[in-house]
């Protein structure tokens, strides 16, 4: 089984809708982020957060929310879905220095949620 | 503010060829620098980083990359390519404290026999 799981794969949805993608881990890691990769602009950060109590905005957070139920947990909501939102989404995680292993900054990547909004 | 360029979105090679993947980096404080593998309908895979310590980076599947920091780069090589290694490649670089990485625009690698 993956170590960093998304969920779904791939949606279509329709202009207005709300939509959440899920993401789960079990490498015990706190530090989890979501990403946008779009063709020609490599991927772009949305929103981090290194506990459940700590979130934050990443460089294109507009029309997006997160919620962090769990450490892993990391979900991302678009409230309102609007077509310049589809894209292929991204959920990584990292640790931090203490859990035994030099902090070297390496992101561990999900498999991705494509979205598709008409 | 760190940032990454990667020169030429697409690369193509014959099989066998060497591999030379181009990337800049910008950074103001001493850079840890990554290149990942995406293949198709797949996440992002770590093929090898840069921390500190020697310049030459070996990485998964015979590619290494050498930080120059004279030249602000970590290109990516392989002396060999396979058809195997036809996917996109992104560079990127970590920015502050909270792991959060830069990426670059990617560079399609295309592998013809």
């Known amino acids: 089984d993956a170590d960093v799981t998304q969920t779904p794969r791939n949606r279509i949805t329709k202009t207005g809708k709300r939509i959440m993608l899920e993401c789960s881990q079990t490498?015990?890691?706190?530090?989890m982020y979501w990403y946008r990769q779009d063709p020609g602009l490599g991927l772009r950060l949305i929103y981090y957060?290194?506990?459940?109590?700590?979130?934050n905005k990443g460089e294109i957070s507009d029309g997006y929310s997160v919620s962090r139920q769990a450490q892993a947990k990391f979900s991302l909501s678009l409230e309102s879905a609007i077509p310049n939102q589809t894209a292929l989404y991204f959920c990584?995680?990292?640790?931090?220095?203490?859990?035994?292993?030099?902090?070297?900054?390496?992101?561990?990547f999900g498999e991705g949620s494509r979205l598709t909004v008409l | 503010a760190q940032s990454v360029t990667q020169l030429g979105s697409h690369v193509s090679v014959s099989e066998g060829a060497l591999v030379l993947l181009r990337c800049n980096y910008s950074s103001s404080v001493p850079p840890y620098l990554f290149w990942y593998v995406q293949y198709p309908n797949q996440g992002l895979q770590l093929l090898l980083k840069?921390?500190?310590?020697?310049?030459l980076v070996k990485g998964i599947n015979g590619f290494e990359a050498e930080f120059k920091k004279s030249e602000t780069s970590f290109h990516l090589t392989k002396p060999s390519a396979h058809m195997s290694d036809a996917a996109e490649y992104f560079c990127?670089?970590?920015?502050?404290?909270?792991?959060?990485?830069?990426f670059g625009a990617g560079t399609r690698l295309a592998v013809h026999p």
């Open positions: 490498k015990g890691h706190d530090r």
């Open positions: 840069y921390t500190t310590g020697a310049t």
């Open positions: 990127a670089v970590r920015s502050g404290g909270y792991n959060k990485l830069i």
């Open positions: 957060s290194f506990d459940v109590k700590d979130i």
């Open positions: 990584a995680t990292s640790d931090f220095p203490g859990q035994g292993t030099p902090n070297t900054g390496e992101l561990f």
